[in-house]
């Protein structure tokens, strides 16, 4: 919303709008684009009669401002629609649809298509480094999207990216996800098959050779092209042939022949996969993968991706945006073969509905295996115990306040090391606290 909210400033309109909890870096990055944010959800907030209000997705009936635009009649539409009929209509669309690394991978598309002199326009999930915004109306026939399968509206429960009918689609993986609207994983692929339905006969499909759960998607009908992806497998279409464990270094195969090789800041084999799919997304539109291959050798991330946060000459720390285990595993898998056998901690807090549910209970703790210690925070709305996964590893310590978590961390800083913060949200200011905690 956020990033729509940029995109109708660049269009012109006057905008503004309400959230709760309104936290850096959207934000900053809003009230620096002048865009006015309120505090809270209050009719007052439309006093001044906008000519079209959106209404995001976590918005339902009963909400005082929701009550308030039916109430005076006022016109109103989802995000996603708004996006389709005033943005994306007439362009190429190139949407990054998954479980997981659609920030990452659209990012990746959008700044190899900057480095080729497009001035794509994108609406992205996070904020990449190289741009500093995470949307923009763009100047060219072009448009990245990051397309989530969460529902659009309370007034319009398909997934989102159905509304955006991409020519060009990245489907990184595919897992059970959104337990608080979808009953199952059959029910997730049915969403993306309404994308898949979407795409046309002359547009493309990426997906890696891997994902079960997308191919069963896929094998429900197909009309549209689909390129594989892989690791160390020469026989697949687009195949990253690694040099290093951590990922930080590979060659780029196309049906057999190197086109180059990615040497770059980041790790994990997440981030090989979502390389490899913005190249062979932009090879769909023209650009060589050589060409596409420097453009990523210039990639920054995204902030929240492991962004290094705190850095002393022995302690990092970094901020992710985790929010299932598969994501969790990954990332720490990814640090713990850059930094072999030096001490790391993961800070968790379970935020997603999926996760606060109790839906990832029987995986959470194994996910974390790579981390030497893990504090997990016990939030006042989590709906199950976390004390139970100590008991699978010892390893691991629950904590409900905050204040406890950084006291223990300013400890463990003492020791050196690394310390992955990971939660999709604000938790709660930690970032803040423990920075205060460590300059003093």
């Known amino acids: 919303m956020g990033g729509l909210a940029l995109i109708a400033k660049q269009q012109g309109h006057q905008v503004s709008g309400s959230d709760l909890q309104v936290y850096p870096p959207m934000s900053t990055q809003l009230t620096e684009q002048g865009i006015q944010l309120m ?15 959106i209404i995001g997705n976590a918005l339902s009936r009963g909400n005082a401002e929701v009550e308030a635009v039916l109430n005076r009649g006022l016109k109103y539409t989802s995000g996603a629609q708004w996006l389709a009929e005033s943005v994306l209509q007439d362009k190429w669309v190139l949407a990054v649809a998954g479980t997981h690394g659609k920030t990452t991978t659209s990012s990746m598309l959008a700044w190899i298509l900057e480095v080729q002199g497009f001035e794509a326009g994108f609406l992205i999930g ?27 509206a309370f007034f319009d429960k398909r997934s989102k990216f159905v509304h955006y009918r991409p020519r060009t689609a990245i489907l ?58 892989a690791i160390n497998d020469s ?91 598969t994501a969790i595993a990954s990332t720490l898998a990814g640090l713990r073969k850059q930094v072999g056998s030096q001490q790391i901690t993961a800070v968790v807090e379970p935020r997603s509905n999926t996760m606060r549910l109790g839906i990832h209970n029987d995986t959470l703790a194994d996910s974390l295996k790579d981390a030497n210690q893990t504090i997990i925070y016990q939030a006042d709305d ?59």
């Open 172 to 229: 990184n993986n595919l897992e059970f996800d959104h337990a608080d609207i979808f009953d199952d994983l059959a029910a997730i692929q049915r969403q993306f098959h309404h994308l898949v339905r979407t795409i046309p006969s002359e547009g493309l499909i990426i997906s890696p050779q891997s994902e079960s759960a997308l191919a069963e998607t896929l094998e429900m009908g197909c009309w549209t092209p689909v390129a594989k992806t």
């Open 39 to 53: 505090e809270g959800y209050h009719p007052e907030n439309l006093d001044d009669k906008p000519d079209l209000v």
């Open 235 to 325: 026989n697949i279409l687009w195949n990253a042939q690694l040099t290093n464990e951590e990922g930080s270094e590979f060659f780029v195969e196309e049906a057999g022949k190197n086109q180059g090789t990615l040497s770059w800041s980041l790790t994990g084999l997440h981030n090989v996969n979502n390389a490899l799919a913005a190249i062979a997304a932009a090879k769909h539109i023209g650009i060589l993968p050589s060409a596409s291959i420097t453009a990523l050798n210039t990639f920054k991330s995204v902030k929240r991706r492991m962004e290094v946060i705190i850095k002393t000459d022995t302690l990092t720390v970094y901020d992710d945006f985790a929010h299932h285990p």
């Open 382 to 440: 989590m709906r199950w115990n976390l004390q139970q996964l100590t008991e699978s590893m010892n390893t691991i310590e629950i904590y409900s306040c905050l204040d406890d978590i950084v006291e223990k961390l300013k400890q463990l800083a003492g020791l050196g090391g690394h310390i992955v913060l990971m939660s999709n949200g604000s938790f709660d200011g930690l970032y803040q606290r423990l920075e205060t905690a460590l300059s003093t």
């Open 126 to 152: 996070g904020i990449p480094l190289n741009f500093g915004l995470s949307a923009r109306l763009g100047r060219s026939d072009f448009f990245v999207i990051e397309a989530d399968e969460y529902d659009t």
